[in-house]
């Protein structure tokens, strides 16, 4: 069985890339720095940006602030901020989002899952405010080659409180390397859907997250 997981995440990509329609790609960026506080409890600043070699542009960058709490061995929560800039036709677009998570993980023999869920208020200058609700669900295989390097996927799906509903959906393939005791690096590629009016566009992504852990 895992063998037949590592092929499937492999193949992922590649399955993914047919399409007949015209398709968005996309360089993500994601670094993050967390220090304990106590044995329980962690605060974290998180920068990330999207940028679109197409364009040369780059479309949306975030920054953020958290602080979270593990609750017991499998589940921990928290709550954060975040300051977000949209690229629009007009210019950026501001975006103020106060969060509040709870995140979920289980080992079942040599496999990860993870469950995560956040409830999200955005505020706009110029677009109404609105709910919105974000999960993921992921698995981690067994170590692949060295006990550092680990495969996994994942899907994405933010819901808004509206008439919009299901707005934006994601497929992650990737690996993570823990290169050190407090750093870590992920490599992935997503195939991300993104609904506008009554549009959904399609997005090839490439990404890289860097991470330290104090």
């Known amino acids: 069985m895992t063998k037949r997981l590592i092929i499937l995440l492999v193949l992922l990509p590649v399955l993914f890339s ?29 920068e990330k940006v999207h940028f679109t070699p197409h364009s040369g542009n780059i479309d949306l960058k975030l920054g953020d602030v958290t602080i979270k709490r593990s609750i017991n061995p499998w589940f921990e929560a928290g709550v954060a901020g975040r300051i977000l800039m949209i690229r ?51 698995v981690e295989l067994p170590p692949f080659v060295t006990p550092r390097l680990i495969i996994y996927a ?21 690996t993570k390397l823990k290169c050190s005791r407090i750093f870590e690096m992920r490599f992935y590629y997503v195939l991300e859907k993104s609904k506008e009016l009554d549009f959904w566009n399609t997005s090839d992504v490439v990404g890289m997250n860097l ?3 104090f």
Do not use: C
């Open 18 to 46: 047919v399409s007949a329609q015209e398709r968005i790609f996309q360089l993500w960026n994601l670094n993050r720095v967390q220090v304990a506080l106590s044995e329980k409890t962690k605060i974290g600043v998180t």
């Open 88 to 138: 629009k036709d007009y210019g950026w677009l501001q975006e103020n989002r106060p969060m509040v998570f709870g995140d979920i993980s289980k080992k079942l023999g040599r496999l990860g899952f993870g469950f995560s869920n956040r409830f999200e208020y955005r505020m706009f200058k110029h677009v109404d405010d609105h709910f919105r609700y974000r999960q993921m669900f992921s």
């Open 154 to 174: 994942a899907e994405e799906g933010f819901i808004k409180f509206n008439d919009e509903n299901l707005h934006i959906a994601r497929l992650y393939a990737g």
């Open 211 to 213: 991470s330290l852990d």
